[in-house]
């Protein structure tokens, strides 16, 4: 499975959206930047089917922008980590943070839905401040604290998730 | 129209890649930050069909991140550009840009599709090289040459373009 084959365009621009440009995927890689590896967490903080969710793991996998791990056998289940191709997205991702703070337009959030702090210097990340140098960028390099707002708000599609799935199962 | 009431996460992240996380929209931008200004030639350039453009430039208006102006009476005619809310979307393009030429494999692409020097240092922006500074980075302040391989590419798109719509007039 070789997706990129399909985009023969010559501009890079092309060729990355068509193959992170969904905001799905964005919201994948989003949710292993937060640290989230199990299948039921992505799927509840997505909101995605178990079946989408799977292919779209599978194809992010293909692409070499994500990979699996055992940790268990019996069933066999996977943690899901993104790899030196996709944590180069980052970057991406923390542009995306600034862009929606200042234009997204969510008068209620007071504070920053996640407070990132970098785990050397301890200086805050301030999604409305200036943006760090994007070169190496890395969310593995901040301690991460979601905000209450934010908090309940996962813990709400949490149970959301185990509903569904209860009345599913 | 206000599309922004339905993203409700205290997410930035969800909420951009709620507003502009679908390829398409970035190439749009990608259009307007090139320069293109004109329907048929962002039409011709995204492979778009007349009726989904029309809805996406609606969308991304209502959402507004881009605007129109009028540059003919009759038939009434217009351009787009990017408001400025469209414009601080430039960092976003250029990181995709620099992720594209990295991670997206195109072999032949032996120089940058496009080849952008700074309007007052003449620095030239490699897509390969580090990261200028994304605070208040503009395409708008470098001068963009296209690449043979790229004019070409796009030179063969405003021929299909001009073919499709024969056909269908």
């Known amino acids: 499975m070789n997706r990129q084959a399909k985009c023969q365009s ?8 068509f193959e992170i440009g969904d905001r799905w995927y964005l919201l994948i890689l989003r949710e292993l930047s937060m640290g989230s590896r199990r299948f039921d967490e992505i799927a509840a903080q997505t ?26 056998d ?13 944590k180069e997205l980052d970057g991406v991702l923390l542009q995306l943070r600034a862009w929606g703070a200042k234009w997204g337009g969510y008068p209620k959030a007071s504070k920053p839905a996640v407070k990132l702090v970098h ?4 200086a805050e990340l301030d999604p409305r401040g200036p943006l760090p140098s994007l ?3 890395s969310f593995d390099d901040y301690d991460a604290t979601l905000s209450p707002a934010f908090e309940a708000e ?10 569904k799935r209860g009345k599913s199962a």
């Open 119 to 122: 785990k050397v210097t301890r």
């Open 47 to 72: 909101g995605f089917s178990s079946h989408l969710l799977s292919v779209r793991l599978k194809r992010l996998e293909a692409d070499g922008v994500i990979e699996r791990r055992k940790y268990q």
């Open 10 to 17: 010559q501009c890079p621009i092309a060729r990355a959206t």
């Open 154 to 163: 996962r813990e709400e599609r949490r149970k959301a998730f185990a509903v």
């Open 74 to 86: 019996r069933p066999v289940r996977y943690e899901y980590y993104a790899t030196p191709k996709g």
């Open 135 to 137: 070169n190496g960028f």
